[in-house]
């Protein structure tokens, strides 16, 4: 039987990726979630130049861009010439 704390992390991770915290859900599913918003959150920081993301998060720029593609992150140009999340899943 699972201890309370891992319990209390499990519920509190499958409801901040927006998982119904009574169904089971594939580590798969809270892996891609967290790297979903770590990397949006990188792009954020970074004014959305894919180049300083990739730095920031240790890896290559065409590794950004596969999992860009992978995580469909749609990318547009904003007013001050950087990329921007139109919020797509």
Not at 22 to 42: G, P
Not at 47 to 63: D, E, F, S
Request: with cysteine.
């Amino acid at each position: 039987m699972p201890s309370l704390m891992a319990c209390n992390l499990y519920y509190v991770i499958a409801v901040s990726i927006g998982h119904d915290p009574k169904r089971i859900v594939q580590l798969k599913d809270v892996v891609a979630s967290i790297e979903r918003m770590y990397i949006l959150q990188a792009l954020e920081e970074t004014n959305w130049i894919q180049a300083r993301a990739a730095k920031r998060l240790g890896i290559t720029q065409r590794m950004l861009g596969y999992k860009i593609k992978k995580y469909k992150i749609i990318l547009k140009q904003n007013q001050k010439g950087g990329k921007k999340d139109e919020g797509t899943n």
